[in-house]
């Protein structure tokens, strides 16, 4: 299986479709626009699921409903394991997010300073991702 950048990326055996993941997502109500995409985990196989999104308003966003919204619409191998919350996209000039460079951003706390969440494993809620838990997982001590 080779991942096209941007098409789907491979999680837990399964192939990921990046834009069904993304068509459910941008129904949800609270939100403006999203980007999905695999990003690499330590000693982990495959990439696990990340969405970077823009939120329709200032408004708290409610993490735990959005949690229920995905695990109704989506096979828990689709879920994203990490969100970033961003006040704007790139887009190349044919009006496509650019996911080559989230992609490669992906989820580092020590280089972002937009609000990222995690979904640990046998965890029901995302949670902040903080220096601490991203070097956690950098020394693979989450058995993703």
Known sequence: FVDRLGDTFRWKGENVSTEEVESVINIFEEIDMCSVYGVLIPQTEGRAGMVSLHKKSDKIFDFKGFLMYLKKYLPNYAIPKFIRIIDGFDFTATHKIQKVKLKKEGYNVNELNDDILV?????????????????EISEGKYPF
């Open 119 to 135: 979904l640990l494993p046998k965890s029901s809620e995302y949670i902040s991702l903080t220096k601490d838990v991203y070097q």
